[in-house]
């Protein structure tokens, strides 16, 4: 198998996160530039059908695209550690979490990043009005988190799911712009500082990031 990566975008890393808590280590990783444009070539849009990143393609020819997609085949071919779920009631828990992760925290956050910081104007046609926006509505949402946080260790129950990690990175994205959580989110505090604490942290991080 091989995985095509790039080393800042959040979705990348959260894939690279999620193998590294599995110890997943024999698929092969192809770094791509998207500042040049490598996701955008001839070649990778007639394997891949969009010029997204992350894309698993796996030995049979077939590709995936789509980061949590990509995490839910590997959970199949790596079960263990359990991230989405072990019984229907706990898989479900999960799940929606993971969806109040994206898609109230994660997505707005990474919005606001991309329309905002001017490194990014390079990838994307930015509107400083719809970063604005979103940078809110992510900020407003860590507050859901933070109430969730005070009754459990970790998102989505009792230990670290693939909901933790989808909500992380989302959130530690925002530094590119140095945006940080309002400090009277204590809860919220406690769980980022032990997922930066994790072994498989240091994968799901970027090497570098371009200055705001």
Sequence with gaps: MKLYDTPLAPNPRRVRWF???????DIEIVSLNLIKGEHKTPDYLAKFGMPNVPALELDDGTTITESVAICRYLESRYPEPNLFGRTPEETAVIEMWLRRAEMMVATPLMLGVRHTHPALAALEQQNPVIGDYNKQAGLRA?????????????????????????????????????????????????????MRSRPAARAGMPAAAPAA
């Design 142 to 194: 860590l507050k859901m988190l933070d109430r969730r946080l005070a009754e459990s260790e970790w998102l989505a129950g009792e230990r670290l799911t693939i909901a933790d990690i989808i909500g992380f990175v989302g959130l530690d994205f925002g530094r590119l712009i140095k945006l940080a959580p309002p400090p009277e989110l204590t809860h919220l505090g406690r769980w980022a500082e032990a």
């Design 19 to 25: 193998m590294a808590e599995k110890g997943v280590d």
